[in-house]
């Protein structure tokens, strides 16, 4: 297996803190990896030591087989979390400028910026000067920078910030694309709904530590507590009865659905017939189990419930 990314026992520490904290890391060539944890976790300072932004205080680290993504540059496209661009700059000769430095010709340079302009809904801003741009349209005109290279190792740290949802499509459906073509992709967020979505592989950190390391097809296989949601057809419904069910074991109710925990061991299919003999469902099914939850479950031991709360509070406003 070939890496693109190979980190190895790295840390770094800023005025005595640490920041990263033993970090290792393999991403073979061709994945797509999702680094989250919520905000101050160290994911940017991951990120900026696999572009030699910042050095390790200790460790070794190895980007698309050279010893640092600077003898690598012209591979790499990189989408940092603070925006940058040359805002006198026409679109065009922005993007076409950052594709040469990255040693693609200029004819290469303008047919693929048009080409992924166009995919963003971006067709007329080739001639547009970049400081008479929306936020959100410079922020997807910065995307396309770290892709106009047509780069092998594509690195986007919180892509989606700030956008509205049908820039977030666009963009979802370019990431997609540039894996297909063979790309490795890694993308940091904190929230983890997009990571679920886009990576095949998840890689959490939390306060410079890999807490977690796994495919995200084998993660709900894993931690996955059995939920079942219902929608009663009735909402007014008394579900007391379901509390008395086999392998039932807990009923949490909101405003239009109950979250059903079963015990371990417990079949869904057999609980899931209980339940509708009990109260008739406008809608069931087993729930997805969440990455935050999964988060919050490997970071929260040993820590007083009043705290773990405010973890989950902290993280489900990151995931909306």
Known sequence: MTLAVDIRSVSKSFNGTRAIDGLDLSIPEGATYGLIGPSGAGKTTAIRMIMSILFPDSGTLSVLGQESALAAKDRIGYLPEERGSYRKMRVGEFLTYIGRLKGRTRSQCEARAQRL?????????????CEDLSKGMLQRVQFVAALVN???????????????????????????????????IIFSTHVMAHAEELCQQIVMIDK???VLDEATAGLRRQYDPRRILLAP????????ALKKLPGVQDVTTGPDEALIMLAAGTD?????????ERVAPARIELARIRLEDIFIRLVSEGVSEESRQQLRTHLQGLST
């Open 117 to 129: 302009l166009r995919r963003l809904g971006l067709d007329d801003v080739m001639q547009k000067k």
């Open 150 to 184: 047509q780069p092998d190792l594509i690195i986007l740290d919180e892509p989606f910030s700030g956008l509205d949802p049908l820039s977030v499509r666009l963009m979802k459906e370019v990431i997609e694309d540039e894996h297909g073509r063979g790309a490795t």
């Open 208 to 210: 410079g530590r890999k």
């Open 233 to 240: 057809l009735d909402p007014g419904a008394s579900l007391d």
């Open 268 to 276: 869904p299919a057999t609980a899931i017939r209980g339940i509708v």
